[in-house]
Each structure stands twice: as structure tokens, then as C-alpha cells.
């Protein structure tokens, strides 16, 4: 015997998740059931629906937005500068520093042979005739600094360094983590510290 | 700045979720953007629904179930013997293994000083009348070895001693582990519950 079969179901939906094992997901259906506002839940159910038809990456730059253009690329005030970024949260902490005017471009993912996932899988295939329609004069390279961070960051360097200057972000991050999890100093830091790749 | 709204309505949504914190949040969140298959969000969505429509705790025990009576009730074999548990998890490990033949009553809850849960809070209201229906014979109170869940099964034991035979759960050492990592309180219990081999 196990739950009824809408629950069971309802736990197998939970379990899709990335990171929700058998335990949280079985924790959270029962929430859902004995523990939780039924409002809240009848939210949580038409806000994924919502968030589904309403938000999607900026088509110029990857930023997740509810607009054509993202609040970044409507900005006339930003600098010729292009951060490229790994993922939208990276680009929240970025901002949050407030020390980068300048444009971005999420990668949404990152080259890992481990993954299977090759320079096609991801954003990357505006970014060219993207720098050249915008006058980007500097490309700051903020992926991770993992491995395969590292290797992202190889290969738009070779992509680009003919073209432009090409710039990593600066080590100031401790080797290993996520930009998501830095400190804000530790981010200013990283920023004044930009080294020529 | 952050996100579009939509997407922030559905970390909050997620935040709801206890053991869901703003982190976890935001990831299931974006997940369900860049990561998910859009299927798998869409069934989530109604499956919430489906579960909120469908199940809810069986009027006679609090089995969660789909049924006006759960598989328990319904089953004419199950002996006079009547387990309460805190939860339909507890219940689900019990059938497990195979060695309870008789009824539930779950609580779907605690007394809790601390948290501010009464007896009136609880699925006790009925159990009285319950145990007088079903010409139970022995309760077995199976409540959490916690501060809370014994307080629980102090308070349910002084509720019904007068009329039928009440037990506690066994105490002792848990299988497959060593005495030297068993805290006192178990020991303690252990050594008042030996039995002759």
C-alpha cells in the first residue's frame, strides 16, 4: 500500500526537481495536503503556469524577462562594455554590487565535455554579430571559476581576441565556488581586478 | 532590480514551502524556466490541483485517501488493536513491515506547548467515540519519542486508561546500531524495557 494515486502523483511531479529527492518530495505533497494554506497552493499552481507563458530570456541577451527586450538591453545608459555571464542569478549579483554599468550576456549554461554540453548548446551564437551590431569595446568573461568555467572562458577568449579587448573577471573569487554565493566586496574586488586574458 | 514579476511570484510561492528557503527558491524557480521540461511543470501545476480536489484525510482515522473511507476502514481483517500515530508518513513506515494487523488513528499533528497546538488542535475530537464504535480492545500509542510526542501520548494515555488497555510503543536500542553512540535517554529506556531471552 502507498498514498492515494492523485498524491503519489503529485509526489513524482515534486521529485522532477533537481536537488527534491523521495523524502522532500513526499515532505512537500503532504504539505501541500495537511500543512498548507489551500490558497497559497491554488497560487503556487497558476504561478508556474504564469511564470511558464510570461517569462522567457531576453532574445538579445539571455536575461530572463517578461518584456521583447530585457531591462538591461532597453538601458541606452549602459557602456559599450558586454559581461558574459553563466546564468541569470550570477547577473542579479553582479548588479548588486552596482559597480558594472555595462550590457550582458548569459550564457544560460556552459561548455562541459563532462555534460556533453558544446559551444552550440549554449548562448552563444549571436554573440559575435551581437558585439559588432552594438560597438561593444570590451568583453569581461565572468563564468564561474570551475573547470568548466575556465574552459568556457578559454574558448570565447579564442573566439574573440582578435577582435576586441577580452578581459576575465578579476581572482579575486575564491577558486572552486559560485559567483552566486560571493560576497559583495569580494565581487567589487574581483571587478577592479580584471586582468587581459 | 530582479526579476520579472511573474518569476518572482513563483520563488515566493515556492518560499511557502517549509524547509524552502529564498536559495532553494530561487533555483526551483529558475529551474522551471531554463531547466525543466515545460510537460513536467504543466503536470505539477494540475497535479497540485488534482491532489488539493481529491485527497484528504479519511473521516474515521486521518488516512490520507481518495475514498470517502481509507484502505484501513475498508478492510474487515484489520483486528481490534488501534495504533495512533503522529502522521501518515509514521503510517506508511508501520505497514511496511508487515508485523501491525490492526486500525490507525492519526493525529496529523502534536500537542506542542512550544508551538502552540492543544488537544482541540489534533485529531482527537472523535477517538473517544471512535474506540466505543469499533469495540477496540488495546491502543498502542506510537507518538514520536520527543518531548512533544510524549507529552502527546501522556495526555492521550490519561484520556482513556479508565476504559481499555493503552501501551506506548517499545523503547530501546535501534537495530544495527552500537551502544557506544546511544545517547543516555536510550540506554536509560533500553535497560527498563529488557526482556527475558
Given amino acids: 500500500m502507498k498514498y492515494p494515486k492523485a498524491l503519489e502523483e503529485l509526489i513524482a511531479s515534486f521529485k522532477k526537481f533537481p536537488g ?3 523524502k522532500t518530495a513526499e515532505r512537500l505533497a ?3 495536503l495537511l500543512g498548507a494554506d489551500q490558497e497559497d497552493v491554488k497560487s503556487l499552481s497558476s504561478n ?3 511564470a511558464l507563458e510570461e517569462v522567457h530570456p531576453c532574445k538579445n541577451c539571455g536575461i530572463l524577462t517578461d518584456q521583447d527586450l530585457c531591462f538591461v538591453c532597453k538601458d541606452y545608459t549602459r557602456t559599450k562594455q558586454l559581461m558574459i555571464l553563466e546564468n541569470n542569478k550570477d547577473m542579479i549579483s553582479i548588479e548588486a554590487t552596482g559597480q558594472y554599468h555595462g550590457r550582458y550576456h548569459i550564457l544560460n549554461g556552459v561548455i562541459s565535455a563532462l555534460n556533453g554540453v558544446g559551444p552550440d548548446d549554449i548562448n552563444l551564437g549571436s554573440l559575435k554579430q551581437r558585439i559588432k551590431d552594438e560597438g561593444i569595446t570590451e568583453v569581461i568573461i565572468s563564468t564561474n571559476p570551475t573547470l568548466d568555467g575556465e574552459m ?3 574558448y ?3 573566439l574573440l581576441k582578435d577582435e576586441l579587448e577580452v578581459y576575465r573577471i578579476g581572482y579575486g573569487l575564491p577558486a572552486g565556488t559560485n559567483i552566486e554565493y560571493a560576497n559583495e566586496t569580494t565581487l567589487i ?3 577592479e581586478g580584471k586582468r587581459k586574458m
Same sequence: chains 1, 2.
Fill in 156 to 158: 570565447i577568449n579564442n
Fill in 48 to 50: 508556474l503556469l504564469k
Fill in 30 to 32: 503532504l504539505h501541500v
Fill in 20 to 22: 527534491i529527492g523521495p
Fill in 152 to 154: 568556457t572562458a578559454y
Fill in 189 to 191: 574586488k574581483a571587478l
